[in-house]
């Protein structure tokens, strides 16, 4: 019988399971089609914690990102090596999904089915990376599109769409369920529309419309609770209100906060440190303490002229992708985007080597240990 067979002949399960278990989990779903027991284990959450027991758990941040002029490259090279890409391909925006293993520092692209929407949103739920919404790359109109892959399996699949298209809009993750609010429509009006995505069962359910207008808003999640934060209205646009509102899951309602955001709330990445909202931006790190306001925690970091996303790590740290000021981070001074870790405790930034082909903007990233 194949169940009784040893993980891999000649050793002991035991020393076998380690060396399973130190694979790379890019590579670990091309373990699964091997034998019934190795695609049974890889599978197992008792193998994650195994994992981590032994050390081998890596930080994968999943970045949605513009490939700009790597577009043309990769489009000519896939045409003929010796040939540069031709003009219509040096204008058509190609989104993918990048990732950094903050555990070794490399970078890959994740291969997918379809193209990557762009401005699409990117979470992570349960061993799974959620793109929701974004725009069509050809039409560039809002999509209501769900795409999931499972990162322990490596296969990907369309979830039920939103009931609604919308695109920048806040997203974030509570409690297994993807909530999205605000963004605009496919006119370009502002939405106080949102709902809630039960990934497990692929449904959607609406909720109660927020009390204002929030298109460019953020979704974090604070303490169990969804928070869109700042945002603008059809009659203002640009101009980002200093409030936010978060969802009471308890009462079905919203509650708003006035003067939450600051005034480079446009250009801020917020996040949830602990159980607090925290925001990167052109003035460093801070921590918003209520009705006493901002408190300053970490000096911007050397290098990095603007944010654009973020994904928040275990371990009190943070990811962030921002404009790169004279080269900034990128490997060969080339500009472009760049990635920065904050360690949140001790205040302190760490420039991430970002290679040239993976400088390109990052609109939406997720993070996850595995």
Not at 60 to 67: E, G, P, S, T
Request: proline content about 5%; glycine content about 14%.
């Amino acid at each position: 019988m194949e169940e009784d067979q040893a993980l891999i002949p000649g050793l002991p399960d035991d020393i076998a399971l380690d060396c399973i278990a130190r694979v790379p989990q890019r590579f670990l779903p091309g373990l699964r089609p091997i034998c019934r027991r190795w695609r049974d284990l890889v599978a197992a959450p008792s193998f994650r914690r195994h994992r981590e027991r032994i050390g081998s758990a890596e930080d994968l941040i999943f970045i949605v990102q513009a490939l700009g002029d790597t577009a043309a490259s990769i489009a000519g090279d896939a045409k003929d090596p010796g040939k540069p890409a031709n003009a219509a391909d040096l204008h058509q925006p190609v989104y993918a999904l990048s990732v950094y293993i903050a555990t070794d520092g490399s970078w890959h692209r994740l291969a997918s089915p379809d193209p990557i929407p762009m401005f699409a949103q990117c979470v992570t739920v349960e061993g799974k990376l959620i793109l929701v919404g974004g725009w069509d790359p050809v039409t560039f109109d809002p999509v209501p599109d769900v795409r999931i892959v499972d990162l322990v399996t490596g296969e990907w699949r369309k979830g039920r769409p939103m009931t609604a298209a919308r695109s920048f809009f806040a997203c974030a993750a509570v409690g297994g369920r993807i909530y999205v609010a605000g963004g605009h429509d496919e006119m370009k009006n502002a939405l106080r529309t949102a709902e809630i995505y039960d990934v497990e069962a692929d449904e959607w359910a609406a909720m109660p419309a927020m009390a204002e207008e929030r298109d460019e808003s953020q979704g974090v999640a604070i303490g169990g609770r969804f928070w869109a934060i700042s945002g603008y209205g059809t009659e203002t646009q640009g101009r980002f209100t200093d409030s936010a509102e978060w969802y009471d899951p308890e009462k079905g309602v919203w509650r708003s906060e006035e003067g939450v955001c600051s005034d480079d709330s446009g250009s801020a990445a917020c996040f949830a440190g602990g159980d607090g909202l925290w925001c990167v931006g052109r003035r460093g790190a801070r921590e918003y303490r209520g009705g006493s306001g901002w408190k300053e925690a970490a000096q911007a970091a050397e290098g990095m002229k603007g944010t654009s996303c973020m994904a928040t790590m275990g371990g009190g740290k943070v990811f962030v992708m921002g404009a790169a000021r004279d080269g900034g981070c990128t490997a060969g001074g080339s500009g472009g985007y760049g990635g920065w870790i904050l360690d949140i405790g001790a205040g302190k930034w760490m420039k991430v080597e970002t290679p040239a082909k993976f400088s390109g903007f990052a609109y939406s990233a997720a993070a996850v240990r595995m």
